[in-house]
């Protein structure tokens, strides 16, 4: 089998994928987003390495949160993520999102009608993590943190993290806030040094979030300090590696030089994932193929990204066994 067709045919996870990043543009078209807005929308696809690429990306989500402001328009995005996802051979998918108030939907509603669309369908299984974005004010993620510790009781089987995200350049990590929903039996992952920031990504490491994404800025090569590499990797804690995004977004000068190397060569936890699929234009079968053909991975390897994909996951263990027994099953017909 080609690589390509293999990596579209592998039973793939995808932990790190923002819902409204995820956009594509046809599910843009079918939310009636203006055709110049979905041309701006995937703008990062056609430039040449400009200084600004991360905080441009930045700008571009604010296309997508217009396409979504609404409860129905939420409710068609999410079931057509859902299905894309599906589509590309995704079992197991992990989609996070920043609770919204919209004019004509509280922050509730957008949450609610998210986990609806979870539940509505049955193609493959969906958890939902939601983001507190690193750039609004204490009392506004306090606030979101209280309706998520709310809609978590209501819902432990979908929701089951929580997610720092947000423009990097911007904002804080602010602890107490993971340790009162880690408290709460919530899985924590952080967008961590996706930008260089030895001090905050110390305080990410020793607070041992179960998940990283990103990770570009830990490994020393990368300006990353001795003492962060060591705490990540003794800690090892797994990484969500964005292959495309890094390189659109210019915090990585191309595929080949991808930070994800230094995870593979010293042999810790790391799964691949697309992070914003319709901003990036790429789908989780291209991240595979990506990471293949550029880093070297076999098809084995790939396979094995899969399943320690589903170890890193926050799935239940019942859940995990059976996605486990899923991919052996196809392991034992394909590879
Ligand atoms: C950090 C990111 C991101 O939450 O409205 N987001 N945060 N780094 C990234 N790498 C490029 N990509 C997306 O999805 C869009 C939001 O996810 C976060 C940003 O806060 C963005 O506004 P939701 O579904």
Redesign the pocket.
Known sequence: MELLEFCQKLPKIELHA????SLSPETLTVLNTPIEDIKTYQLLTKLDCIEDQ?NL??TL?KI??NATNMIESTYLATKHVIEEFHKDNVIYLEL???P?AEPQMTKRDYVNTIIKAIREQNLITVKLLL?I?RGHCLKESEETLNLILEMHELYPDIIKGVDL????NVGIFSEAMFIKARKSGLKITL?CA?VLNNEEVKQMLEFKPDRIG?GTFIHPTYGGSTENWKLCSDLRIPLEC?LT?NVL?NTVQSYKEHHMCEWVENNLPFNINT??KGVFSTTLTKEYFYAAHHLNLSKESLYNCSCIAIDSSFASEEEKLKLKTYLKEWKDKHL
């Open positions: 923002h819902l409204n990043g991360l990306a930045f989500f997508a949160h996070r999102t920043t919204r983001s974005n995200s947000g423009n990097p967008h996706e990103h964005c995004s977004c992070d914003d």
